[in-house]
């Protein structure tokens, strides 16, 4: 079984940043796809970022420049920088890592919340 636990997030200004972290135990780290996702209230869960093992990445275009994915191997953890935020950032922020069909394991989630 696969387990991913979140965290790094909280209550932030506008223009702030924050470091998201996801630590994943219980299947080889440097043969999945970790990603980021992210759900506000009321709207659909959006992906944010990903990266593939042999490290490609994937922004949603409205966080490019912002947002930046990275992961460690040895320490089997994921990171989501997350700078210049805005309240539109305000959701909570999934880490998901994905093995195949049928094989994607999910996070609890950390709050994310953008206030002046």
């Known amino acids: 079984q696969v387990h991913l636990v979140e965290s790094g997030g909280g209550s932030v200004r506008p223009g702030g940043s924050l470091r998201l972290s996801c630590a994943v135990s219980g299947r080889a780290f440097s043969l999945n796809t970790v990603s980021w996702y992210r759900q506000a209230p009321g709207k659909e869960r959006e992906l944010v970022a990903s990266?593939?093992?042999?490290?490609?990445?994937n922004y949603l275009d409205s966080v490019k420049g912002r947002f930046t994915i990275s992961r460690t191997k040895a320490r089997n953890t994921a990171y989501l920088q997350i700078n210049n935020l805005t309240s539109e950032d305000t959701a909570v922020y999934y880490c998901?890592?994905?093995?195949?069909?049928?094989?994607?394991?999910w996070g609890q989630g950390t709050q994310v919340t953008v206030s002046s």
């Open positions: 990266m593939i093992a042999s490290g490609q990445t």
């Open positions: 998901s890592s994905f093995y195949g069909p049928g094989a994607q394991f």
